[in-house]
């Protein structure tokens, strides 16, 4: 297991509702990165933090959005949720660097109804 | 932009036989490229990575890749398949233009038959 860690596991919300996710990085970990993973497909890149600002951000709208806090545990927001974020969304913590593999959490598995 | 292709997306293998899972890439710099296993209701779990060096590369659970950089490819490898290595394969490309950011494959189902 990965020292990274997620809550909640599991959610349901309406559309057009709000909602934040929590990600706790792995000790040392100062980077952390946002994929959303929809059923049958691959993660796609929302955002990176490193040291508390935005340094990447991937095709998604900016109801999407995101903080970074001393600690490097990180936030994911979503506001006027729609039915097509139903998903899971993955929290990653890594050290840096393009050489680095990044460790994820067990995700969130999010529905919208 | 950069870009994975994992043609397959079921691959069975007999327990005991050797297995591959393709992965094609494109990127604009140097790719740095990495395979990550997932589990049922899990989240990813980090097997091998290729930044430089020797084409092939090992990593855990006895998995090893093969970088070939004139056909883009890093096809995942294992010389004895294992019925609890039957799992959900994906393959991941980073380089320095992205900021970071991991592209990934759109998945390989991995099914080991005893």
């Known amino acids: 297991e990965t020292g990274v860690t997620q809550s909640p596991t599991h959610l349901i919300k309406t559309r057009g509702q709000q909602v934040t996710l929590r990600c706790s990085s792995q000790?040392?970990?100062?980077?952390v990165s946002w994929y959303q993973q929809a059923l049958g497909q691959g993660p796609q890149f929302i955002f990176q933090?490193?040291?508390?600002?935005?340094?990447g951000r991937g095709n998604f709208p900016p109801r999407f959005s995101g903080l970074q806090f001393p600690n490097y545990s990180s936030e994911l927001n979503v506001n006027a949720l729609e039915l097509d974020d139903s998903a899971l969304y993955l929290c990653?913590?890594?050290?840096?660097?393009?050489?680095?593999?990044?460790?994820f959490g067990q995700g969130t598995r999010l529905t919208v109804v | 932009a950069q870009s994975v292709a994992q043609p397959e997306d079921q691959v069975n293998v007999a327990e005991g036989n050797p297995l591959t899972v393709k992965c094609t890439y494109s990127v604009s710099g140097n790719p740095y490229l990495f395979w990550y296993v997932q589990y049922p209701n899990r989240g990813l779990q980090f097997l091998l990575k290729y930044i430089t060096g020797d084409n092939l590369v090992k990593g855990s659970y006895g998995f090893e890749a093969e970088f070939n950089k004139s056909q883009t490819s890093f096809h995942l490898k294992k010389p004895s398949a294992l019925v609890s290595d039957s799992a959900l394969y994906f393959c991941?490309?980073?380089?320095?233009?992205?900021?970071?950011?991991?592209?990934f494959g759109s998945g390989t189902q991995l099914t080991v038959l005893p």
């Open positions: 991941a490309v980073r380089d320095g233009y992205y900021e970071g950011q991991l592209t």
């Open positions: 000790s040392g970990h100062n980077t």
């Open positions: 933090y490193y040291r508390e600002e935005e340094n």
């Open positions: 990653a913590s890594s050290t840096g660097g393009l050489n680095t593999e990044a460790f």
